[in-house]
């Protein structure tokens, strides 16, 4: 908080007017050109911290996605047996002996807690 302060002496003069006033402005701008550059501080290591988390998010959901890319590859293989299946079931008009429908879906999610973190803080802007 900044607090300005009358002067000690009564200001007689334009002159002395002058220079208390020169002097106010010039502290003023000192102190919030201090304040900017803590903030300006701030907000690098904000960003820091978040292309960090950014990129370690990314690294992960690049390793579930080769997972996910195998588990959609099982999944149609067996999407395919199944398709096999009920066509022979309707060819035929009975159930197949020895096979069965294989019913399995999985969903799998990226993480981005810290993208959403970031758009909250307002780091990405």
């Known amino acids: 908080m900044l607090d300005v302060h009358?002067?000690?002496?009564a200001v007689h003069t334009w002159r002395d007017f002058f220079i208390h006033l020169a002097t106010?402005?010039?502290g003023?701008?000192?102190?919030?050109?201090?304040?900017?550059?803590?903030?300006w501080m701030h907000?690098?290591?904000?960003?820091?911290?978040?292309?960090?988390?950014?990129?370690?998010?990314?690294?992960?959901?690049?390793?579930g996605l080769?997972?996910?890319?195998?588990d959609v590859q099982k999944q149609q293989q067996v999407l395919a047996k199944d398709v096999a299946i009920l066509k022979e079931i309707i060819r035929t008009n009975k159930q197949p002996?020895?096979?069965?429908?294989?019913?399995?879906?999985?969903v799998r999610g990226f993480d981005n807690?810290?993208?959403?973190?970031?758009q909250?803080?307002?780091a990405l802007s």
């Open 6 to 9: 009358p002067p000690h002496e």
């Open 24 to 26: 106010i402005t010039i």
């Open 28 to 39: 003023l701008l000192i102190a919030l050109g201090m304040e900017g550059c803590v903030e």
């Open 43 to 63: 907000h690098r290591n904000l960003v820091k911290e978040v292309e960090v988390s950014l990129h370690e998010e990314i690294k992960h959901n690049s390793d």
């Open 66 to 70: 080769v997972k996910t890319q195998e």
């Open 97 to 106: 002996e020895k096979d069965s429908l294989e019913i399995d879906f999985h």
């Open 113 to 118: 807690v810290s993208w959403q973190t970031a």
């Open 120 to 122: 909250q803080t307002g």
